[in-house]
């Protein structure tokens, strides 16, 4: 009994102390964490499990969509290409018109010109065509303005052309001496001369030489048209325009049976001709030789007789 004492006496107060430390430590603040009703079931694992084999297989399912549809793709490319069906036909014999080849709006553009352009087409497939590059050609021809060329699916082209319409007459001078005159039209574009169609009523531009651009040939185009719609009623008596200078259109007009040529500036035209061709019957019995008169002063006509003039 009394061992049994002497060792309770010795570990009560280690017991003691201990307590004590723990009750002088403050008491720290635990995160509780509440896991959720699958991961209380145990069923995290298995999700986690199944979102990884996810990752892994959907880059070769990405790999293997490619491969087929690139596949697919090569078959059907081979497959426009090499089936007759949709081969472009050229004509059957020399001089036939191609039967996959349908075209409007030709009126003055060269057949022949139109048809070589396809010419290297014949008997290639429609899904090689090239459009763009066909309708640049067109564009080329003379008389072409615009075009639009389009794919008619099996073996079919489509084009339509808008052909330019002629302003007026334009006398080219030349260095050998002789002139050559062609058509132009609004947009300064030089065209050939049609066969066997005749253009009555139409002036004749001067003063070109062949060698200008386009929008230098255009601005007096338009100018020499401005100048003859204002001159209304008064326009078919007129035969010729100098462009040369657009700040003094000259005009060769017939007026009582006479030719003469009258510069009329750059304004009011109208308004100067009609003057001149009331006054001309006292103008001529006055200077009967004249044959050039200045009408760019409003209300004034100065007539030009050699190196002498007069009013």
Do not use: C
């Not at 001709?273 to 019957?281: C, H, R, S």
């Amino acid at each position: 009994m009394a061992r049994r004492s002497v060792t309770e006496e010795m570990e009560y107060p280690l017991l003691e102390q201990r307590e004590g430390q723990e009750a002088a430590e403050p008491e720290r603040p635990v995160r509780r964490v509440r896991a959720s009703k699958k991961e209380r079931d145990g069923q995290a694992p298995e999700k986690r499990t199944r979102g990884n084999l996810f990752y892994w297989i959907l880059p070769f399912a990405a790999l293997a969509a490619a491969f087929v549809l690139t596949l697919g793709f090569h078959q059907a490319e081979s497959f426009l290409l090499k089936d007759a069906r949709f081969h472009f036909q050229g004509p059957e014999e020399y001089g036939q018109d191609p039967p996959g080849l349908h075209i409007t709006g030709m009126e003055r553009a060269s057949k022949a010109e139109i048809l070589r352009v396809f010419e290297q087409d014949y008997g290639r497939s429609l899904y090689l065509f090239p459009v763009a590059e066909r309708r640049r050609n067109l564009l080329a021809v003379s008389w072409v303005k615009d075009a639009t060329v389009s794919r008619r699916w099996p073996n079919r082209v489509d084009v339509n052309l808008v052909e330019r319409k002629p302003a007026a007459f334009a006398q080219i001078n030349t260095p050998e001496g002789a002139p050559r005159f062609q058509l132009i039209d609004a947009d300064g574009v030089l065209l050939p001369l049609p066969k066997g169609e005749k253009f009555n009523n139409f002036a004749v531009l001067t003063g070109l030489s062949g060698r200008e651009t386009e929008a230098f040939r255009k601005t007096r185009v338009q100018q020499a048209m401005g100048m003859l719609r204002e001159l209304g009623s008064l326009a078919a008596a007129v035969s010729e325009v100098d462009v040369r200078d657009p700040g003094n259109l000259q005009a060769t007009m017939q007026v009582k049976g006479d030719v003469v040529m009258v510069r009329l500036g750059s304004r009011n035209y109208r308004t100067r001709a009609q003057n001149f061709v009331t006054n001309y019957p006292e103008i001529h019995k006055a200077r009967p030789k004249a044959t050039m008169f200045d009408l760019r002063i409003d209300d004034r006509i100065t007539a030009v007789e050699g190196e002498v003039s007069g009013e």
